[in-house]
């Protein structure tokens, strides 16, 4: 995890109405993240409640959980939550820990817009690998079900930040000049250019540099 993102992290909201999912998900991010403090949610609406008296620098969310206490917990409630969620605070760094990954696909549009991490945990997952995904979106990572990530969907704002960076060799700063659009924005595109390539962090690798050689692969650019 780097440096600067763990000195800004002071609180983290997990939700999830399974208890013992939802300790075995706070044990596990206590172990990685001990100065952080770590707060629990139930249900739908009890999260909603949370983060409106202040955002948290992380959300852990299942998807399916009831909406208020006795009710049924239906995926259906923790999608309309998290579209709720992403309209609401478009910075937002969210992990989904869910056995209903694939339901996400609903909410495609709403996920590309968004302008926080985004990472997606199948709940069968190793603590390990959860926890990696957990740190991908704290730095702004997104990364998503293979469905929702076809090559013919690159947006044309992507592919614009694919040529000017490539072909012209323009910096960030400079792609946002020439495209009309805050450098924050540039920096959001290029989240979603590398989830849609299937381009991930890796030790030890420029993740610009592969997304480059795997935008030259595709043929996307020359």
Known sequence: MSQAVSKAMTKFLVVDDHESVLNG?????????????????????AAHDWIKKGQPDLLVMDLSMPNTPGEPAQPEVGIQRLKTLMQEYPTLNIVVQSA??????RLKPAISDHEGGFTIADK???????????????????????????????????????????????????????????????????????DALEVYPEEGKNIRIQTELRARQLGLID
């Open 25 to 45: 998900t706070v044990e596990g991010l206590k172990r990685q993240y001990p100065t952080v403090e770590i707060h629990t949610a139930q249900t739908a609406q």
């Open 100 to 105: 209903h990954v694939q339901s996400l696909v």
């Open 124 to 194: 069968g997952l190793p603590i390990l690998e959860m926890l990696k995904l957990v740190d991908w979106a704290l730095n702004g990572v997104n990364y998503t079900p293979k469905e929702m990530r076809t090559r013919l969907e690159l947006k044309h704002e992507w592919m614009a930040v694919l040529k000017l960076a490539f072909h012209e060799g323009l910096q960030d700063k400079a792609i946002a000049k020439r495209i009309h659009v805050r450098e924050r924005t540039v920096r959001h595109y290029w989240t979603k250019i590398q």
